[in-house]
């Protein structure tokens, strides 16, 4: 079966750097394009970024725009958030999701990872 | 970027109960809505995509519809592993946002 195992959170400092990791099983990753998804304690959901199957091609929301980078090793079937400059308001519980199409992205969400919890603060 | 507006924010219902949650789009995303249900402490699920079509394995008590910016998930007669909180999210083009979110409580 289809699994996405997060891991990477922790507790940084602001200003701090982390880098999450997802690795997939149970299907064959390099069809599909994947995602980071974010919950704050609370809140509802806020879409991070997206990367193309094959990675040739990225999106990012504004609030991360410039500080994170998404990548994948489609040899390793694994799926990377790398996140820079952290601020107190990334605080939160990142998932990984797998969009619901092959190739070519439905922007829906249907398979998604149990989350990595992190945490920025002093 | 389009805003998703989804009311109630909470329902309070009985089992058997038909309840209905209304997500509404700031701008037309045509039918590119999908619907996800999410239980504390677990990943969310994947009910409905392209606002009616329901997923696999999803009960046929859940259904959803609407065009354009209105939007609609049902759930016809409530059982208690529905008491979740459910989210919309428009599928038109990035960036993705989603609805607030509605809590089914247990009345």
């Known amino acids: 079966q289809v699994q996405l195992v997060a891991s990477g959170g922790g507790v940084v400092q602001p200003g701090g750097s982390l880098r999450l990791s997802c690795e997939a099983s149970g299907f064959s990753f390099s069809d599909y394009g994947m995602y980071w998804v974010r919950q704050a304690p609370g809140k509802g959901m806020e879409w991070v970024t997206f990367i193309r199957s094959d990675g040739s091609q990225q999106y990012y929301g504004d609030s991360v725009k410039g500080r994170f980078t998404i990548a994948r090793d489609n040899s390793k079937k694994t799926l990377y958030l790398q996140m820079n400059s952290l601020r107190s308001e990334d605080t939160a519980l990142y998932f990984c999701?797998?969009?619901?199409?092959?190739?070519?992205?439905?922007?829906?969400?249907?398979?998604w990872g149990q989350g990595t919890m992190v945490t920025v603060s002093s | 970027d389009i805003q998703m507006t989804q009311s109630p924010s909470s329902v309070s219902a009985s089992v058997g109960d038909r309840v209905t949650v209304t997500c509404r789009a700031s701008?037309?995303?045509?039918?590119?809505l999908a619907w996800y249900q999410q239980t504390p402490g677990t990943a969310p699920k994947l009910l409905i995509s392209e606002a009616s079509t329901l997923q696999s394995g999803v009960p046929s008590r859940f259904s959803g519809s609407g065009s354009g910016t209105d939007f609609t998930l049902t759930i016809s007669s409530l059982q208690p592993e529905d008491f979740a909180t459910y989210f919309c999210?428009?599928?038109?083009?990035?960036?993705?946002?989603f609805g607030g979110g509605t809590k089914v409580e247990i009345k």
């Open positions: 701008q037309t995303i045509y039918t590119w």
């Open positions: 999210q428009q599928a038109n083009s990035f960036p993705l946002t």
């Open positions: 999701a797998r969009d619901a199409r092959e190739h070519n992205a439905l922007r829906v969400l249907d398979q």
